[in-house]
Each structure stands twice: as structure tokens, then as C-alpha cells.
């Protein structure tokens, strides 16, 4: 990757993990945060499947979910069974 030194800030990753299986999710998720700043949000929404990857990086990437909600219910894509946010760690 081009920017691999430089590090990202943020990720809108739209609903690609549904369509993904989930080793595959969790290869790709690593890979992005391996790139990520410290402090870097990922963004991604659920539609039918349900991934919350964080979790899969303990230590590494802490969940947003009180932020993640509050966003949600502003949210006016209807069709969205979720939306996730979660944060880099340092």
C-alpha cells in the first residue's frame, strides 16, 4: 500500500463485510488497521449480516457503540439492520 508509512485517520467502509465471509472479514479488517493511525475510526453498516470485528482485535480497536447509536437512529437509510464504529487503539 501506497500510504502504509503514513498511516489512515478513518474508513467508511460501507456494507462490504456482508458480502465477505468472515475469515475473510477478519483478514481484511487487519489488514486496514494495520495501516490505521491511532485514534482511526472505522464506519461500516450491517444490512443482513451481522459483523462487529472489534472484537477480533482485542486491545487493538475498541468499539464505539454509544457513538455508533446515536449516529444510527439520525441514520435515514432504513434498510441498515446496524451501524458500527469503532476506534483504533494506540
Not at 494495520?34 to 475510526?41: E, L, M, P
Not at 470485528?53 to 447509536?69: I, T
Request: net charge negative; charged share 25%.
Amino acid at each position: 500500500m501506497a500510504h502504509r508509512g503514513e498511516g489512515f485517520d478513518g474508513f467508511n467502509l460501507s456494507d462490504i463485510f456482508e458480502y465477505i465471509d468472515p475469515e475473510n472479514s477478519v483478514a481484511m479488517y487487519g489488514r486496514l488497521r494495520d495501516t490505521a493511525r491511532a485514534g482511526a475510526r472505522f464506519a461500516y453498516w450491517n444490512l443482513l449480516v451481522p459483523r462487529r470485528l472489534a472484537a477480533s482485535f482485542s486491545g487493538r480497536v475498541r468499539p464505539l457503540d454509544a457513538e455508533a447509536a446515536e449516529l444510527f437512529a439520525r441514520d435515514q437509510a432504513f434498510f441498515y439492520s446496524a451501524f458500527v464504529l469503532e476506534e483504533a487503539a494506540a
